[in-house]
Nanobody, 126 residues
Framework: VQLQASGGGLVQAGDSLRLSCAAA???????????MGWFRQAPGEEREFVAS????????YYSDSVRGRFTISRDYSANTLYLQMNSLKTEDTAVYYC?????????????????WGQGTLVTVSS
């Protein structure tokens, strides 16, 4: 697996979680030079954009539903992408996927991403 997502789990509403996405092998160079993003998919729903970050980290974008609660960041030395999730809500329950974009920009479009991690499940109980 070239992109390994981790950090999901079962939490209560209002709690925090931090997701990680580690790049391995030849994808280390790819993810260092490309935009990265987080998407999520709830049961019975389509995959939706959560957050993205440009290759230099200078630009970040968030969906309206998570802006102000989630923070995307990247550690180039560790080849890792993060998603800090605070004030979690039950509607945040989903499988979260990290992805590497084709280009350097941050994007909200799934079609702009060509490498995907396997997903990590986040369950928020009330």
């Amino acid at each position: 697996v070239q992109l390994q997502a981790s950090g999901g789990g079962l939490v209560q509403a209002g709690d925090s979680l931090r997701l990680s996405c580690a790049a391995a092998g030849r994808f280390v160079r790819t993810t260092s030079n490309n935009g990265m993003g987080w998407f999520r998919q709830a049961p019975g729903e389509e995959r939706e954009f959560v957050a993205s970050i440009s290759w230099r980290g200078g630009s970040t974008y968030y969906s309206d539903s998570v802006r102000g609660r989630f923070t995307i960041s990247r550690d180039y030395s560790a080849n890792t992408l993060y998603l800090q999730m605070n004030s979690l809500k039950t509607e945040d329950t989903a499988v979260y996927y990290c992805a590497a974009a084709r280009g350097a920009s941050a994007s909200s479009r799934p079609a702009d991403y060509n490498y995907w991690g396997q997903g990590t499940l986040v369950t928020v109980s009330s």
